[in-house]
T-cell receptor
Framework: GAVVSQHPSWVICKSGTSVKIECRSL??????MFWYRQFPKQSLMLMAT?????????EQGVEKDKFLINHASLTLSTLTVTSAHPEDSSFYIC???????????FGPGTRLLVL | AQTVTQSQPEMSVQEAETVTLSCTYD???????LFWYKQPPSRQMILVIR??????QNATENRFSVNFQKAAKSFSLKISDSQLGDAAMYFC????????????FGKGTKLSVKP
């Protein structure tokens, strides 16, 4: 149980394009989902917290117009990187809170490379 | 401010031996949860073990166990009978009870397992 999928796992795009990443909780309902960014050899950096049906809460320094988050259902959250630039290249990980309410289960991550 | 500290950037263990990873945290809360997550080279974050602060009994999951010292704010992870598949980054994380579940991560410990 407590499986979270993330799609795509890999994406390469040209500078200026937008990229959408999906995060799904497959076998539980997730009222809260989280989006992280991870740089090589570093810990996870929380970008935003999203609750189903409401606007996401962004961490300080994260541009909400750059990283659009939608949490339309209890099993799906999406992160759209708008007008991507090479500095947005990173590893993006989502997680969902379910089961034991304080436990987060993570998706496998998405590697984004912007050329 | 709540912080999580992992003082060992890297650790090494011989296959079949036991290793202990250290984690300390700082909080003024009395109720909270602590976690150990494993991130292998695939970069999938995997929940290893979970501890509720109100429980005095140390959590155990097969070869993984914790030494939770609430007064000392210490939460170490012991891996017994180490296997090659245990090689990974290990992150200690904290979240206060009743919060949205935002995790505060340590910087991680890279564990190598020697055959």
């Amino acid at each position: 149980g407590a499986v979270v999928s993330q799609h795509p796992s890999w994406v390469i795009c040209k500078s200026g394009t937008s990229v959408k990443i999906e995060c799904r909780s497959l076998d539980f309902q997730a009222t809260t989902m989280f989006w992280y960014r991870q740089f090589p050899k570093q810990s996870l950096m929380l970008m935003a917290t999203s609750n189903e049906g409401s606007k996401a809460t962004y961490e300080q320094g994260v541009e909400k117009d750059k990283f659009l988050i939608n949490h339309a259902s209890l099993t799906l959250s999406t992160l759209t990187v708008t007008s991507a630039h090479p500095e947005d290249s990173s590893f993006y990980i989502c997680s969902a809170r379910g089961g034991h309410q304080e436990t987060q289960y993570f998706g496998p991550g998405t590697r984004l490379l912007v050329l | 401010a709540q912080t999580v500290t992992q003082s060992q950037p890297e650790m090494s263990v011989q296959e079949a031996e036991t290793v202990t990873l250290s984690c300390t945290y700082d909080t003024s809360e009395s109720d909270y949860y602590l976690f150990w997550y494993k991130q292998p080279p695939s970069r999938q974050m995997i929940l290893v073990i979970r501890q509720e602060a109100y429980k005095q009994q140390n959590a155990t999951e097969n070869r993984f166990s914790v030494n939770f010292q609430k007064a000392a704010k210490s939460f170490s992870l012991k891996i017994s009978d180490s296997q090659l598949g245990d090689a990974a980054m290990y992150f200690c994380a904290y979240t206060p009870f009743g919060s949205q579940g935002n995790l505060i991560f340590g910087k991680g410990t890279k564990l190598s397992v020697k055959p």
